[in-house]
């Protein structure tokens, strides 16, 4: 395994990029926040150890349905070791196995194991004991994970989670709960094999813990995409970063929303953090750029004012136990004009990604359609999600489309839908609806 040089301090910037001007009386004002981390992570990264030490637990689903076929019981044993084998020198680390309990496979000491040489090797040894039989109770998988996590002091930690069926061992609440009490302790990315489980608690999990959600239909792929995962945590360089919103007096959020590389909508989740501040969780982060939609209502005002509509920025934690530190800035402005086209002038930014948010919503919409037997509303929404993804550019979403309705035209959002569509593409949609492509500047 590649040892990593010291570490240097990822830089944050943040860009605004917005239409600031107004009509008179004008009041709703959205910009979007592009967010970009250099100069740590994969760059630079954490060598593990000490106060910056990363730790991830890896979660595989050993319930019996994983034996049918028995090719994803082995797919997940050669995956959980491909990952393992991807872990960085120093990084803390553990195995458990899920059924309607979870159990510590590796180390199995009630703690994490250090990733060197000799500690991969007894990791992998320990997935031959790996069997399927019993059934599935994520929640108690997702709280073990978070002791164990929480036996190191840790900068980064992230769970990586599979699973084949769905969560039949727990009530819905119960997930939830384990959810709630997750939140904010650790990062977690879920990966569903097969086709036998549910799109939205596996996308819940994910959207809960800020982590990302796939499909691996073919259990054959799952180790080149848990590799690729542990790649990516592995990339992480600062942890519990928040985007700080201050607004001034009189002035109402909307929303604040993830519209790049996906769709997250954090409104509901933020934290207050003084007088007219509040903060909205984003996660982890390497070397890496996202962008956000933020918009606000400001009060009334007449030509010629302008005012400053928010102030965003980047807060991470302080190592030393302080205040949260400032990361980068950037301010979201209102003027107002009696200027008709700079007043009604749509950035092209916020245009791109209102679109997007859109697209995500209405492809959900048309599944659940379809679910249903509405054929004239599943048609109606997969069409204009036809329409919207030709129009962003958005080629990857329109093929998957394009496994579930016939395009006609793509321009208009003309479209019938198929006769027959496998369950895996109609997965993979849903999975994937909320995936963006990136506004061309």
Same mark, same amino acid.
Request: charged share 25%.
């Given at each position: ?24 009386g ?7 926040v ?35 076929? %028995? ?9 959980t ?38 500690t ?30 929480s ?5 980064? /930690? ?31 990315? %879920? ?19 800020? !982590?990302? %959600? ?6 054959? !792929?799952?180790?080149a ?19 700080r ?23 509901? /989740? ?21 962008d ?10 007449a ?12 807060i991470?934690?302080?190592p ?29 930014q ?9 697209? %995500?919503?209405?492809?959900?919409q ?76």
């Amino acid at each position: 395994m590649a040892n990593f040089s010291k570490p240097t301090a990822p830089r944050f910037s943040v860009d605004v990029y917005q239409n600031e001007f107004l009509p008179e009386g004008g009041r709703d004002v959205s910009a979007i926040v592009t967010v970009t981390s250099t100069g740590g992570g994969t760059t630079g990264g954490f060598a593990g150890g000490g106060p910056a030490a990363a730790g991830v637990v890896l979660m595989v689903d050993c319930s019996g349905s994983m034996d049918y076929p %028995a090719t994803k019981m082995r797919g997940a044993r050669e995956a959980t070791a491909a990952a393992v084998d991807t872990l960085r020198d120093g990084t803390r680390f553990a195995v458990v196995a899920g059924t309607h309990v979870a159990k510590e496979v590796y180390p199995g000491n009630g703690g994490l194991a250090v990733a060197d040489a000799r500690t991969r090797a007894e990791a992998k040894e320990s997935l031959r004991r790996l069997s399927a039989g019993g059934g599935t109770a994520i929640g108690t998988w997702l709280r073990l994970a978070d002791r164990l996590l929480s036996s190191a002091e840790l900068t980064i /930690r992230h769970g990586i989670l599979l699973t084949d069926g769905r969560n039949e061992h727990e009530t819905p609440e119960e997930l939830r709960a384990a959810l709630d009490a997750c939140a904010g302790r650790f990062t977690c990315d %879920a990966r569903g094999v097969g086709t036998d489980w549910e799109v939205k608690e596996v996308t819940g999990i994910a959207s809960a813990l800020l !982590g990302t %959600a796939d499909i691996v239909a073919d259990p054959a !792929g799952l180790a080149a995409d848990f590799t690729a995962m542990m790649e990516h945590a592995m990339g992480k360089g600062v942890a519990d970063v928040a985007l700080r919103l201050w607004t001034p007096v009189g002035v109402e959020i909307m929303f604040v929303k993830q519209v790049a590389p996906a769709v997250e909508d954090l409104t509901g /989740r933020r934290t207050e953090a003084g007088p007219r501040a509040g903060d909205y969780p984003t996660g982890s982060w390497g070397d890496e750029s996202r962008d956000y939609h933020v918009s606000v209502r400001v009060p009334q005002a007449a030509v010629g004012q302008e005012m400053l509509a928010a102030r965003v920025s980047l807060i991470a934690p302080d190592p030393a136990g302080g205040d949260p530190r400032p990361l980068s800035q950037g301010l979201v402005r209102a003027v107002w004009t009696d200027d008709l086209a700079m007043s009604t002038s749509i950035n092209p930014q916020v245009a791109h990604y209102t679109g997007q948010a859109e697209l %995500a919503d209405v492809i959900q919409q048309g599944l659940d359609a379809r679910k249903s037997g509405d054929r004239d509303g599943a048609t109606a929404k997969l069409g204009r999600a036809v329409q919207l993804a030709a129009a962003s550019g958005n080629a990857d979403t329109a093929k998957l489309l394009s496994k579930v309705v016939d395009v006609v035209d793509a321009a208009t959002g003309t479209v019938r839908l198929k006769a027959k569509v496998a369950e895996a593409d109609e997965m993979t949609l849903e999975t994937r609806s909320t995936k963006t492509v990136r506004v061309k500047r």
